[in-house]
Antibody
Framework: EVQLVQSGAEVKKPGESLKISCQGS????????IAWVRQMPGKGLEWMGS????????RYSPSFQGQVTFSTDKSISIAYLQWSSLKASDSAMYYC???????????WGQGTLVTVSS | QSALTQPPSASGSPGQSVTISCTGT?????????VSWYQQHPGKAPKLMIY???KRPSGVPDRFSGSKSGNTASLTVSGLQAEDEADYYC?????????FGTGTKVTVL
């Protein structure tokens, strides 16, 4: 069975960098996209973008292009989401999800809560 | 790209049916047979309930059904149960990029 396990909650200060992870299990890690989805407190879901671990092809939502970076290490089935300089407005829950490349996200991680506060 | 439009709330009594709409444009909902629906309980990750407009993943009760007409997709929950109370989100494709709906809170009265 496919499982996505995300790294734990983070508390950071504005301007700091951060890299969170999404560990996949099962044999499909390199044949599906991994998406990152943001959910700000009390708000809806936003697709940030997706990465294809097989060849590291990446698609960013225009809203997040240049704000975050996706990467993977397919040898250990991990996808990463990173920020070089956090802002308070980056405080949110971040989910990774297996993405079919179209509209469907069929397996989800448990979420990583990021809090950015001075 | 703007989010797909959903009603903020919907409700029904146990055993009744509730239908949630998801309105987009001919560039997303109306242009592709790629509409999916997600259920999210408070503090939990979303769960895929419907994909490709009307297909149910294994394990999803057949009380959940999806359809589409023009630029509007719909999710119907029949025979409402207490555990169906949750937020529901639709997605579709805008070109190659997925677009989420604004979300609908379903309350079981």
């Amino acid at each position: 069975e496919v499982q996505l396990v995300q790294s734990g909650a983070e508390v950071k200060k504005p301007g700091e960098s951060l890299k969170i992870s999404c560990q996949g299990s099962g044999d499909s890690f390199t044949t599906y996209w991994i998406a990152w989805v943001r959910q700000m407190p009390g708000k809806g879901l936003e697709w940030m973008g997706s990465i294809y671990p097989g060849d590291s092809d990446t698609r960013y939502s225009p809203s997040f292009q240049g704000q975050v970076t996706f990467s993977t290490d397919k040898s250990i089935s991990i996808a990463y989401l990173q920020w070089s300089s956090l802002k308070a407005s980056d405080s949110a829950m971040y989910y990774c999800a297996r993405h079919d490349g179209y509209d469907s996200f069929d397996y989800w991680g448990q979420g990583t809560l990021v809090t950015v506060s001075s | 790209q703007s989010a797909l439009t959903q009603p903020p709330s919907a409700s029904g009594s146990p055993g009744q049916s509730v239908t949630i709409s998801c309105t987009g444009t001919s560039s997303d909902v109306g242009g592709y047979n790629y509409v999916s629906w997600y259920q999210q309980h408070p503090g939990k990750a979303p769960k895929l309930m419907i994909y490709e407009v009307s297909k149910r993943p294994s394990g999803v009760p057949d009380r959940f059904s999806g359809s589409k007409s023009g630029n509007t997709a719909s999710l119907t929950v029949s025979g409402l149960q207490a555990e169906d109370e949750a937020d529901y989100y639709c997605t579709s494709c805008a070109g190659i990029n997925p677009l989420f709906g604004t979300g609908t809170k379903v309350t079981v009265l």
